[in-house]
């Protein structure tokens, strides 16, 4: 739930165009990532804040299920999205946005869960 | 096999199976690990701060940047310069003589200022004589780091057709450096209420937030090799930065009604029609 509140408040203030609470202007700095190129899904006007909305969704519908392979395989795709992620905000624009950090370790918690 | 020996055997605990938290701990480790490298990769290819060349060199890349001929400029058009100058409304902007105004605010921290005042000093160029202009760079430690540059902290601009006025905000350590005043703050806040920086108001009838290109364009670059890419219409940085600043140069050219007419020539005026 909580992911999915923060993938939605990232994709708000995304087409709201409204300032993020957030740091700018240094090494933490929400404003520079998620203005960057990479922010949108390739191909797409989507912001990628919308992907974790649908992410997360899923993964609390999986959460209603007996764990087994699915979850892992989700929960999977979802480390390696944030892996990308990661690459992008460290090598590519040398800058953390602190909310897609909340996300990012929600993200591994639940791996680590499904792998429990 | 004696009975003891067979009942000593049969009381071996069973194998243990992997406990829980190895899988887990595993995983937490790997991905520090990836983090790790991800920040040495940075390290290794964060280019090196680039010192301020001589001031002839300076004056140099000025003088390549703001004589460079209309039919380079023509050739580029838009280039890559993304169009976000929009149109906005308001009591026209004239500056201390009277003329309509061009106003910037910015800081020389910011990457996206260092990449835009290529294009704006480069059209301001065409109408009007920049003095005192200083090569800087961004900050070292925010993104697109060291992005070379000019400071308008002195800059000093005349020309017959209009006003400009520039506020860098913060120095390149993020340090307060010049104040808009009372006026000016009230532009920026109908303006450009998020905040973005850099914010350029033309004569209150066009308003840029943020950059027109991205600064990724002048990375591992210096002022001279900038310069020099300027004079072919061709190369990545002409599309970005004549591409921006023909954008500039429209809109100006609505502000003098066309004047001079060896700037807003038919590709400025064209480019006119796109603007918001």
């Given at each position: 739930m909580a992911g999915i509140a923060i993938s939605i408040y990232l994709t708000a203030v995304h087409y709201a165009g409204t300032p993020l609470a957030c740091p700018t202007g240094g090494v933490v700095n929400c404003e520079a990532v998620l203005s960057s190129q990479y922010a949108l899904i390739p191909g797409t006007h989507l912001p990628t804040a919308a992907s974790g909305i649908v992410w997360f969704a899923v993964s609390a519908v999986l959460w209603l299920r007996p764990?087994?392979?699915v979850h892992a395989v989700w929960s999977g795709i979802g480390l390696l999205t944030v892996l990308y992620l990661l690459f992008v905000e460290i090598v590519r624009l040398g800058t953390i946005c602190l909310w897609c950090t909340a996300a990012h370790v929600l993200v591994v918690v639940i791996f680590l869960i499904a792998i429990t | 096999m004696r009975p003891e020996v067979k009942a000593k055997r049969s009381q071996r605990p069973a194998v243990r199976r992997t406990p829980a938290w190895v899988a887990p701990s595993a995983v937490v480790v790997v991905l520090a690990l990836i983090v790790a490298a991800f920040l040495i990769i940075r390290w290794y290819n964060t280019p090196l701060p680039v010192g301020p060349p001589p001031?002839?060199?300076?004056q140099r890349v000025v003088a390549t940047i703001t004589t460079l001929p209309a039919s380079e400029?023509?050739?580029?058009?838009?280039?890559?310069?993304?169009?976000t100058i929009k149109a906005v409304t308001g009591a026209a902007l004239t500056g201390s003589t009277g003329k309509p105004e061009v106003f910037y605010y910015g800081a020389e921290f910011c990457p996206y200022c260092a990449a835009e005042r290529w294009p704006l000093i480069i059209a301001l160029s065409r109408f009007g004589t920049f003095t005192g202009l200083q090569t800087s760079s961004s900050s070292s430690t925010d993104v697109y780091p060291n992005t070379p540059t000019f400071t308008f902290r002195s800059a000093t601009y005349t020309s017959?057709?209009?006003?400009?006025?520039?506020?860098?905000?913060?120095?390149?350590?993020?340090?307060?450096?010049?104040t808009p005043t009372a006026a000016e703050q009230q532009l920026i806040s109908r303006y450009d209420a998020g905040g973005s920086?850099?914010?350029?108001?033309?004569?209150?009838r066009y308003a840029l937030n943020g950059a027109t290109y991205s600064p990724n364009v002048l990375t591992g670059m210096d002022w001279q090799a900038i310069a020099d890419a300027l004079k072919d219409p061709v190369t990545p940085q002409s599309k970005a930065i004549l591409g921006s600043a023909n954008l500039f140069t429209a809109a100006i050219c609505r502000l003098t009604s066309n004047q001079p007419s060896p700037v807003c020539t038919a590709p400025i005026q064209a480019l006119e029609q796109k603007l918001g």
């Open positions: 764990f087994g392979v | 001031v002839d060199t300076t400029f023509d050739a580029v058009g838009q280039g890559s310069a993304n169009n017959q057709y209009i006003d400009v006025r520039a506020v860098e905000g913060s120095d390149r350590n993020g340090n307060g450096l010049q920086i850099p914010f350029v108001d033309l004569g209150n």
